[in-house]
């Protein structure tokens, strides 16, 4: 009769598996249940954020937390939540909703190790919630809100190597600065499209189901951006123009910073 060998149960190898086995839980633990008041108190000092941006409260835990944040003047509340990690992928998917007092943004966000992150939103601009900003900066006012329904933006390199969108606003008053005085006009059912160019970012308004653009927008990744209004535009609001120009003939065209610095 042969002696049976005995085994130790603590083997090497299934002492390393419970070894990371317990760091893994330990990790999630913390990821769980530390309070993200916490880390942000301890990362704040090395994370630059704009001048206009200021936080001003942290809640909650990392996993499922809120911070509140006052955004050129005004308060805005960024909620989110952690979902499970892909080990496969490198990545980190992440439900995010940004809210001011009567404007939501709500979306998914995928972040890719080591430096690429893709975001997918939907949501509803109440335009009069910001009527005071529109004033100072000297553009024109619409009444009504702004439907988001797809933006989709894709950082990496630093920078936004894709973005794509639709928004959608159903059209009525539109004010603007006329000097001391104050032109206005009734507009249809309007849409912009966002779209990448190989020199930055593309914004087009047109009207809903019409033959052209009647404002585009270009902002470049060196900081410059790009405005044209055609002909269409002054069309749709009414005004006179010369009858010998066509709908897509651009009457009026800026190029200027929009970062300090830029050229």
Do not use: C
Not at 154 to 179: C, F, H, Q, S, Y
């Amino acid at each position: 009769m042969s002696d049976v060998e005995s085994k130790s149960f603590l083997r090497p190898g299934k002492v390393v598996l419970l070894v990371l086995l317990g760091l893994a839980v330990y990790v999630a633990a913390l990821v769980i249940w530390i309070p993200a008041g916490w880390v942000w108190h301890q990362v704040s000092a090395h994370v630059p954020l704009p001048q206009q941006v200021e936080v001003k409260q942290v809640s909650g835990q990392v996993w499922d937390g809120a911070a509140g944040l006052v955004v050129a003047g005004y308060p805005v509340r960024v909620d989110w939540r952690l979902g499970w990690p892909s080990l496969t992928s490198l990545s980190l998917p992440l439900d995010i909703t940004v809210a001011s007092s009567q404007s939501t943004i709500e979306g998914d966000v995928k972040v890719v190790w080591p430096d690429r992150a893709e975001l997918d939103a939907r949501g509803q601009i109440v335009v009069s919630e910001f009527e005071d900003l529109i004033r100072r900066s000297g553009g024109a006012m619409i009444e009504g809100n702004v439907t988001i329904d797809r933006l989709n933006l894709v950082w990496a390199d630093n920078r936004i190597a894709r973005a794509d969108g639709v928004g959608r606003w159903a059209g009525g008053l539109v004010t603007w600065p006329m000097g001391n005085q104050t032109g206005q006009a009734r507009f249809p059912p309007m849409q912009a499209n966002l779209d990448t160019t190989q020199g930055g970012i593309a914004l087009t308004v047109a009207e809903q189901g019409g033959r052209g653009p009647a404002a585009d927008a270009n902002i470049l990744w060196n900081g410059m951006m790009e405005v044209r209004v055609y002909k269409r535009m002054v069309d749709l609001a009414g005004q006179p123009w010369s009858e010998s120009a066509s709908p897509g003939d651009v009457v009026f065209r800026v190029k200027q910073p929009l970062l300090p610095g830029a050229r």
